[in-house]
T-cell receptor, first 110, second 111 residues
């Protein structure tokens, strides 16, 4: 059991570039989440999904899009990266309230 | 939106000391979760609490669900170097399938 995996682990983008972060889970969880973590800000929810084919906005959704085409995968997209999106991004999945996190993706936008 | 307030924000202790931290909310939560995050890694679930007044242990860690449902407490006994990290409380707003997190308590241990 790999749990929750995220790719890539690190990425540097120039302002205006686009990219997709991939999250995969092998626990057959219905719910999946994307967070960003900034110094002193804790974890903030970007988007989440309550099942295959569904997505919903979280606390800080602007500038991001998501898709959940398969139950095990949850993709986070940045269409036009901005320096304010420099952060560490975490994916999580859950069956109920207990969420299990991936190792994170460190993104720098210059 | 709802916020969880953790106290203290940081702690500097000697190895072997006991640690206490808490988390408070302005509204009622029906579930409290405690996570630990090591540097460069994702948060790991330590303890889940589902009932007001519940006291649950996981090794040297003990967490309590406050009877008012607006707070929770985490204690670590006889701290060791690997306890270093950031501890987060979290809970689901009523009716929501998502969590709100506290801002974390950073624990540093002097050997």
């Amino acid at each position: 059991n790999a749990g929750v995996t995220q790719t890539p682990k690190f990425r540097v983008l120039k302002t205006g570039q686009s990219m997709t972060l991939l999250c995969a889970q092998d626990m057959n969880h219905e719910y999946m989440y994307w967070y960003r973590q900034d110094p002193g800000m804790g974890l903030r929810l970007i988007h989440y999904s309550v099942g295959e084919g569904t997505t919903a906005k979280g606390e800080v959704p602007d500038g991001y899009n998501v898709s959940r085409l398969k139950k095990q995968n949850f993709l986070l997209g940045l269409e036009s990266a901005a320096p304010s999106q420099t952060s560490v991004y975490f994916c999580a999945s859950s069956y109920g309230y207990e969420q299990y996190f991936g190792p994170g993706t460190r993104l720098t936008v210059t | 939106g709802q916020q969880l307030n953790q106290s203290p924000q940081s702690m500097f202790i000697q190895e072997g000391e006991d640690v206490s931290m808490n988390c408070t909310s302005s509204s009622i939560f029906n579930t409290w979760l405690w996570y630990k995050q090591d540097p460069g890694e994702g948060p790991v679930l330590l303890i889940a609490l589902y009932k007001a007044g519940e006291l649950t242990s996981n090794g040297r860690l003990t967490a309590q669900f406050g009877i008012t449902r607006k707070d929770s407490f985490l204690n670590i006994s006889a701290s060791i170097p690997s306890d270093v990290g950031i501890y987060f409380c979290a809970g689901p707003p009523e009716g929501a399938q998502k969590l709100v997190f506290g801002q974390g308590t950073r624990l540093t241990i002097n050997p």
